[in-house]
């Protein structure tokens, strides 16, 4: 079975039935589905009965032949996709799983975030005068302007790094993710303006 990686579209190489390693980004990601129709079924000891009648919602022509743990719907073996421990899973309910953030995301998002609250606050601490009598000097300008490009640049360019990391072009890329992008940005903005006002003066 072929697989695509949900974050670069790269190859996946499967190491063992449950893990997955991505060959142009190096990321590792857990199997949870695998289609039906490309493996056996998994044995179960008692066979799962279906109701007289019972269709499956896609496709209701067709008779059901496993009904989905999730949602309880009924689904034909086309809709048919099984978990790594033989549980049956409708389509739905496999693109609604893909949607969420993956740990990996969720990690750059949140280092994102604190590397935006960080320099947001560092920075109130520089502009706010606690430094002013640093500035009387030109060597005392020379390390506040070092300590600002540690302390505001460096944070803001990687915060926006990280957020820029965590989207996704084929998964939902929530609203935090957005704030994040924005926020490091604007701080990377106001670090570059504060740069060039005091290159000129």
Request: hydrophobic share 50%; net charge neutral.
Given at each position: ?201
């Amino acid at each position: 079975m072929e697989l695509f990686c949900p974050e670069c579209r790269g190859r996946l190489k499967l190491l063992d039935n449950q893990t997955a390693h991505c060959s142009i980004h190096g990321g590792h990601f857990q199997v949870l589905y695998a289609r039906g129709a490309t493996q056996d079924p998994p044995v179960l000891e008692t066979p799962v009965a279906m109701p007289a009648g019972a269709h499956c919602v896609q496709h209701p022509r067709l008779a059901a032949t496993a009904q989905c743990v999730l949602c309880g719907a009924f689904m034909c073996a086309t809709c048919d996709f099984a978990t790594s421990d033989g549980q049956h899973v409708c389509p739905a309910c496999v693109i609604s799983s893909r949607e969420e953030m993956s740990p990996r995301r969720r990690r750059a998002l949140g280092w994102s975030y604190a590397c935006a609250g960080g320099a947001t606050l560092l920075m109130a601490v520089i502009l706010s005068g606690v430094m002013a009598s640093l500035v009387e000097t030109e060597e005392g300008q020379m390390l506040v302007g070092v300590l600002f490009l540690l302390v505001v640049g460096g944070p803001s360019i990687a915060g926006l790094s990280l957020a820029a990391a965590a989207r996704s072009r084929q998964a939902r890329n929530p609203l935090a993710l957005w704030i994040a992008l924005a926020w490091n940005a604007a701080l990377l903005g106001v670090f570059l303006l504060l740069c060039l006002i005091g290159s000129m003066s």
